[in-house]
């Protein structure tokens, strides 16, 4: 099979993980060019990850008959028209999430992707992180008897970038960065069943200074089969990220800590170089994670979206599945506004985003 040949838009923080994690499933795919706004930026990823073309645009890099597949990897408010722009051109799409700010935009992605033809690929690590995989093969064996209740939390003390505390750029707070993981995983856990209802308590408790985003929220998922997910998010955790699952069913149940588990306790009281993204210190008590990007999954995933590319695997997470969590994202964001669950199918139009309906009650009351 010939390597897949991406196009990476974006040259920081994602942008590095996915070009690492290309090269740690070399045999498969290949990163032939990034495009990034500020020149010197773009220069500098290409330099480091030995990358052949640099641009500024992202319809240059489109242009780039050698670019098979773009991985998006830029702010989420400019997810939509990216994508429609490299359906256009030709191009597969893999989206990190959230998919994009509205309902509408979802739809028109995931039409122009089929119209052109193209894959439009959806980036939830999670589906690949080994740990995680591992619980939910044990539960399709049957370990854990019906599985009624699945938790995931993901914590740290807030995102790296500014546009994510500016709602207008992100769409919503901790919710929209981080329970769109746990939504996504509970979903994929019990096997994609349908979402009946969400129900999201949220608040902003520390950031007020920062954001008009929520900072710290519970979401519980109420599922087709009768299954509950419960999603943890919060910026408000200091000691690095911490990313867990907790499984129950009626004959058993399993636990996975996704960073800690897979960490050194470590004491040191000089500090060294790196412990986990987001750890604030490396001194006194820490723990310094190993075979981090694998443990998260990343190149497990860029391996399945370049053999889906080639045909050779079906894609188990696309625009639809970007679509499921957007759809429980508006209905967390609504549910908090209007302080009652919300059922779904829950496809409200003419919002701007997400957490307008928590901002808002009133245009929650107006499209429930
Ligand atoms: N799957 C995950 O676990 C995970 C982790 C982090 C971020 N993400 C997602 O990845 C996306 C990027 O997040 P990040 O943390 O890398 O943000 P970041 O701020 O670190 O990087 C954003 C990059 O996008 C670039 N950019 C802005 N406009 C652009 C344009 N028009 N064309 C090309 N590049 C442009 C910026 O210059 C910057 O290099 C977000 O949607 C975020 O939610 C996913």
Redesign the pocket.
């Known amino acids: 099979m010939s390597k897949v040949r991406i196009g990476i838009?974006?040259?920081?923080?994602?942008?590095d993980?996915i070009a690492a994690a290309v090269k740690a499933v070399a045999e498969e795919a290949e990163v032939v060019a990034v495009?990034?706004?500020?020149k010197a930026?773009a220069a500098d990823f290409a330099t480091r990850h030995g990358i052949a073309r640099a641009y500024t645009?992202?319809r240059e890099l489109l242009r780039d008959p050698a670019v098979e597949l773009v991985w998006?990897?830029?702010?989420?408010r400019?997810?939509a028209q990216?994508t429609i722009d490299a359906a256009q051109a030709g191009k597969h799409v893999v989206c990190?999430?959230?998919l994009c700010l509205t309902i509408e935009e979802a739809d028109a992605m995931i039409d122009a992707c089929r119209q052109a033809g193209v894959l439009l690929l959806y980036?939830?690590?999670l589906f690949f992180a080994p740990k995680y995989v591992k619980a939910k093969q044990l539960a399709d064996e049957g370990a854990f008897g019906r599985v009624h209740l699945v938790k995931q939390g993901e914590k740290h003390s807030g995102?790296?970038?500014e546009?994510?505390w500016d709602v207008e750029q992100?769409g919503g707070g901790a919710v929209m960065?981080l329970a769109c993981?746990g939504i996504a995983f509970c979903w994929w856990f019990l096997g994609k069943p349908t979402i009946t209802s969400v129900y999201s308590q949220m608040a902003t408790q520390v950031h007020h200074d920062r954001t008009q985003g929520d900072d710290e929220a519970i979401t519980l998922i109420e599922f087709g089969n009768g299954a509950t997910g419960m999603v943890e998010s919060s910026w408000n955790r200091p000691g690095g990220m911490d990313d867990c699952i907790e499984v129950f069913g009626n004959k058993g149940q399993t636990y996975a800590d996704l960073l800690m588990g897979n960490a050194l306790p470590t004491y040191s009281e000089v500090g060294f170089g790196y412990a986990v993204e987001k750890a604030a210190t490396t001194r006194g008590w820490t723990y310094p994670v190993f075979e981090e990007h694998w443990n998260?999954g990343f190149p497990q995933e860029v391996r399945h979206f370049a053999r889906c590319v080639r045909g050779k695997e079906t894609p188990i997470s696309d625009g639809e599945t970007g679509r499921v969590v957007l759809e429980a994202l508006y209905a967390a964001y609504a549910s908090a506004g209007l302080g009652r669950k919300v059922v779904l199918p829950f496809r409200p139009k003419g919002i701007g985003k997400p957490i307008d309906l928590w901002k808002a009650p009133e245009r929650a009351k107006a499209v429930v």
């Open positions: 838009l974006g040259s920081r923080f994602q942008a993980c495009a990034s706004p500020t930026h645009d992202h998006i990897t830029v702010p989420n400019l997810h990216i990190e999430k959230p980036a939830e690590e995102p790296h970038s546009w994510f992100s960065d993981h998260y």
